[in-house]
């Protein structure tokens, strides 16, 4: 199992910038897909951007251009970053670290606890 821990949410203006961290500690061996939700109130929890074991990444139309998903396997714990530039108030939601990793025949997901972004002037 992995336990997640986001850091790096906060109040920034719109056109501004800024990084997420997520360090994810426990065997990270069976990894399979690591990646970024947001969920804004009233709303479903959405994917942002998606990295999988062999480095593809995936970002949802909204932030492509703007967001950029990376990992650093080589500390440990492992990092997964989400660099948010030009941010829109639409971009205001909590984030989630997700990490899906291989169990038995199918993924099991593990989450962070959240961490807030809030766009505005």
């Known amino acids: 199992q992995v336990q997640l821990v986001e850091s790096g949410g906060g109040l920034v203006q719109p056109g501004g910038s800024l990084r997420l961290s997520c360090s994810v500690f426990g065997s990270t061996d069976s990894i399979h897909v690591m990646g970024w939700y947001r969920q804004a109130p009233g709303n479903q929890r959405e994917l942002v951007a998606s990295?999988?074991?062999?480095?593809?990444?995936?970002?949802a139309d909204s932030v492509k251009g703007r967001f950029t998903i990376s990992r650093d396997n080589a500390k440990n714990p492992v990092f997964l970053y989400l660099q948010m530039n030009s941010l829109k108030p639409e971009d205001t939601a909590v984030y989630f670290c997700?990490?899906?990793?291989?169990?038995?025949?199918?993924?099991?997901?593990?989450w962070g606890q959240g961490t807030q972004v809030t766009v505005s002037s």
């Open positions: 990295i999988s074991y062999d480095g593809t990444t995936n970002y």
């Open positions: 997700n990490v899906g990793e291989l169990y038995g025949r199918g993924i099991r997901d593990f």
